[in-house]
């Protein structure tokens, strides 16, 4: 899957988001979509890949000096980040957490059926609970 990601980076590197499609990626990495579906089940479970992918895991050294421990980060995070292509990737990120975002906002607020569902689930009439021994004897046959 390493050429999966490899892929998005380049793609982002040369065109921007806007190029960046599952069909592109799938024919840049010569893998299927469906085995890219597997793995990533949208364009920005992707990108964030990529970029962890590139950038690394954030650690903290323990060199028993703050200072030190914050040097050392801020020089591998400086580093990772001034590779190729990098720059449009985590704006890529950053727009598709905004994408992200709106749309689980807007499913929440704007969906039409919604309020139909809970006003006629409050309309019906609710059946008493039987317990277990009503359950029994409805179960029973005559």
């Excluded at 190029?19 to 364009?43: E, Q």
């Amino acid at each position: 899957m390493r050429a999966v990601l490899d892929a998005v980076v380049d793609l982002v590197a040369e065109s921007g988001m806007a190029a960046l499609t599952m069909d592109a990626v799938a024919a840049r990495a010569g893998v299927s979509k469906p085995a890219m579906y597997r793995r990533w089940s949208t364009r920005q479970d992707l990108v964030i890949a990529a970029a962890e992918s590139r950038i690394g895991p954030r650690t903290v050294p323990d060199m028993g000096d703050f200072r030190a421990g914050l040097r050392a980060v801020l020089t591998a995070r400086t580093k990772a980040y001034r590779q190729p292509g990098i720059d449009r990737l985590l704006a890529g990120v950053r727009g598709s957490a905004a994408e992200a975002g709106a749309e689980r906002r807007a499913r929440r607020t704007s969906s039409p059926t919604a309020p139909d569902a809970r006003r006629r689930k409050a309309s019906r009439p609710t059946r008493p609970t039987r317990g277990r021994a009503g359950c029994r004897a409805f179960s029973r046959r005559p």
